[in-house]
């Protein structure tokens, strides 16, 4: 059951479990200061396995076509996403040709090419003899399927999503306001980047924050001076990322919505996170003396918000 309010609005302090698209319209019209949040990044976590490219867009410009009337005017809403997006594009055309350094016999397509050209009359059993390698080798290179993932492997297409996200949020009548960058620990052991290509590792994510029209107040005391020079007035923060946890597979650092929360709302604020996961914008919240309002789709998640936020007497990441 969804705790609601007489006028039945979604009631503040609290973890609501449901689909933010659906949820978002109980929240009391301009109520929110900040709105920050994580959404499923589509790399393939299991909140997101039934979701298509198609379905994700739908999904990310319904959520912030939804934030403009609940964010008050003057307000934020604050967008954390690691903005190159890499999924399987069946229309995509091969990248990957031959993987030389993954081969374990160091024998080339062109090499068997060759020696067919010398030995016309040669079965790949007689190339093999004289290659000095299987005749598995022999009629994978010929038949071009030693590429990576095997040859019926869907290629991986790479996409930036800020531009669509700064255009969702523009349709919606929010003004880009600003960005930062959260330089976390390369994910050597998660990432898809550290796989046989050249493409670098992904160490780092955005922050995309847009404006609603309407007066903001700007009070420097939200921050002492040495934290306004050490990150307030900084585009790039530097946070190590959660270790992989069993509770949820994509938590962000405590430290992350505390700084948000800190910039850009004020005491007794309210901000809402609608990609609640494990609760971390809430215990943030909480901890700055904000009230704060959670969405999340798995009840699983939901639970275990609702449990951190009950026990935090201390953070916990
Ligand atoms: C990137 S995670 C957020 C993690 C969170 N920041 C934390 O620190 O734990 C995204 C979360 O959104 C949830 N989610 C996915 N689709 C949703 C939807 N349509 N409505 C609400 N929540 C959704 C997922 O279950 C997942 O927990």
Redesign the pocket.
């Known amino acids: 059951m969804i705790a609601q309010t007489k006028n039945n609005c979604l009631k503040d302090n609290e973890i609501h479990c449901g689909?933010?698209?659906d949820l978002l319209k109980l929240i009391q019209a301009e109520s929110v200061a900040l709105s920050f949040?994580?959404?499923?990044?589509f790399v393939g976590k299991s909140?997101?396995k039934n979701l298509t490219f198609e379905d994700w867009k739908d999904?990310l410009s319904e959520v912030i076509d939804s934030h403009f009337s609940i964010i008050k005017p003057g307000g934020f809403l604050a967008i954390n996403i690691a903005d190159i997006l890499a999924f399987p594009d069946p229309d995509m055309p091969r990248i990957q040709a031959d993987n030389i350094s993954n081969k374990k016999v160091k024998i080339t397509r062109e090499q068997v090419q060759e020696a067919q050209r010398n030995h016309p009359s040669f079965n790949r059993y007689q190339l093999a003899d004289l290659l000095g390698c299987s005749e598995q080798t022999i009629d994978r290179r010929l038949k071009n399927n030693n590429v990576r993932g095997g040859k019926y492997a869907v290629q991986r297409k790479v996409k930036i999503v800020g531009g669509l996200i700064e255009e969702w949020a523009e349709e919606a009548g929010f003004y880009l306001y600003d960005r930062r960058v959260w330089v976390k620990d390369p994910c050597w052991e998660n990432g898809q980047w550290h796989s046989l290509s050249y493409r670098s590792v992904d160490e780092f994510e955005y922050i995309y924050i847009f404006w609603k029209p309407g007066i903001t107040s700007i009070d420097r005391g939200r921050l002492g001076k040495e934290e306004w020079s050490e990150w307030g007035s900084r585009s790039v923060w530097h946070i190590p990322s959660v270790r992989a946890n069993i509770k949820?597979e994509?938590?962000?650092p405590l430290e992350l919505p505390r700084r948000m929360i800190r910039i850009f709302s004020s005491p007794g604020d309210m901000v809402l996170?609608?990609?609640?996961?494990?609760?971390?914008?809430a215990l943030a919240a909480m901890n700055e003396g904000r009230r704060y309002m959670g969405?999340?789709?798995?009840p699983r998640?939901a639970e275990l918000a609702r449990k951190r936020c009950a026990g935090n007497h201390l953070p916990t990441a």
Do not use: K, N, V
Not at 37 to 41: G, M, R
Not at 273 to 281: A, I, L, R, V
């Open positions: 689909d933010a698209r949040w994580s959404p499923p990044y909140y997101e999904l949820h994509a938590q962000f996170d609608c990609f609640m996961g494990s609760g971390t914008t969405i999340e789709l798995l998640y």
